[in-house]
């Protein structure tokens, strides 16, 4: 198929090597090792963001004895391609997942493949320290826009929630999905869900706790951190992507943080839901959508040079880009300040406006 300069799509051809739960652990330990064997073990352990994983049932010996280590530890089962909550649970004892090594779980549609070979799971370690608000667990929905894998280009949306669970934590329940699953189409069957008032917080808000809890240091360590996630899991399969200057990413990270701010990722989904669940949730995914369309600058109306379109700030162009360095006393280095702004001020319409302005000047100009 021939496209025009001008035509985009959705996904590069093998996306699913970042969005698939198995693959997206199996390119991670594979850049940390290769990481550790290049530059050590310290530098190694800025990949200490994803909790210890196994494919089931390929690496089903090895998480036994990985089991038998760590008596106790609560661990969850997920299919690996599936959404929205579908085929998860936790469990504490090797004889409550019977029913999975059965296939019992998701039983294969192919009648020539045999019953007794499950569905492909990723049985991860739980993280049963969760921070809580309210007593409530919850985790992060960022939105990250991938234009090209070779030179990596990435922008990181200021807009995005957090996705708290309706039932106040506990480890008393492990069966119980209300508290331990924040997926909203989990959440919006419970019994006492209020469709009004959901159980959301725009990015703006949660930031704004966290600052005034724990002080704007602490809170911006713990957003640098995640800016570190998602470059490195994108930098995991940088070189496996199979780069079309015709297609993007629009990624949705779901981040959970534990009780010490320390930001885990969860998982990375291809397609995030983009139904709205409110007014909010629908002018952010409305100003999400426009706002990509405007980074793609199908118009050719920018310059190329832009660090902030929109909600939509410039994080990584084949390496850390900063904000205009600040300038300090004589004779002392300047301060580079990283693009990010992950739940600030969003003023997307005014900023675009601008924008154009100061690209249609600059156009005319040369």
């Not at 997920?78 to 059965?102: E, Y």
């Not at 929630?161 to 189409?185: C, G, K």
């Not at 724990?214 to 899991?233: E, P, Q, Y």
Request: proline share 5%; net charge neutral; charged share 25%.
């Amino acid at each position: 198929m021939f496209l025009q300069e001008h035509q985009k799509i959705l996904h590069f051809r093998n996306h699913y090597e970042l969005t698939r739960k198995n693959l997206m652990v199996k390119n991670l330990k594979r850049f940390r090792k290769q990481t550790d064997k290049e530059f050590g073990k310290l530098e190694a352990q800025s990949w200490d963001f994803f909790p210890s994983t196994f494919e089931l049932p390929s690496e089903y010996h090895i998480f036994v004895e990985e089991f038998k280590r760590n008596p106790g530890m609560i661990w969850i089962m997920k299919p690996a391609a599936k959404s929205q909550g579908k085929g998860i649970f936790l469990f504490r004892k090797l004889k409550d997942i019977t029913d999975w090594k059965k296939g019992e779980y998701q039983p294969l549609p192919d009648p020539n493949i045999p019953k007794d070979i499950p569905e492909t799971y990723v049985v991860q370690r739980y993280i049963d320290d969760p921070y809580l608000i309210g007593g409530r667990k919850f985790d992060m929905r960022i939105y990250v826009l991938v234009i090209s894998f070779n030179p990596l280009k990435v922008w990181l949306y200021r807009g995005g929630f957090a996705r708290f669970s309706n039932t106040r934590f506990s480890l008393d329940s492990l069966e119980d999905t209300y508290i331990h699953l924040t997926n909203v189409a989990v959440q919006k069957t419970s019994p006492d869900y209020d469709p009004e008032k959901g159980c959301k917080w725009s990015a703006q808000q949660l930031r704004k706790y966290l600052v005034a809890r724990h002080g704007i240091d602490t809170v911006r360590l713990m957003f640098t951190a995640i800016d570190n996630i998602i470059i490195k899991s994108l930098q995991s399969v940088q070189k496996i992507i199979i780069n079309d200057k015709h297609c993007f990413e629009m990624y949705g990270y779901d981040i959970l943080l534990d009780s010490s701010l320390k930001p885990w990722l969860i998982e990375i989904n291809a397609s995030p839901s983009l139904t709205a669940s409110g007014q909010e949730d629908y002018e952010l995914k409305f100003g999400l959508l426009h706002d990509v369309l405007n980074v793609l600058d199908l118009e050719n109306r920018l310059t190329g040079k832009e660090k902030r379109i929109g909600g939509w700030d410039l994080l990584w162009d084949d390496g850390p880009v900063f904000i205009d360095a600040m300038e300090q006393d004589a004779g002392l280095p300047s301060i580079l300040t990283p693009n990010s702004f992950l739940g600030c001020d969003n003023q997307r319409k005014s900023q675009l406006r601008e924008t154009y302005a100061l690209a249609e000047a600059f156009k005319n100009s040369s």
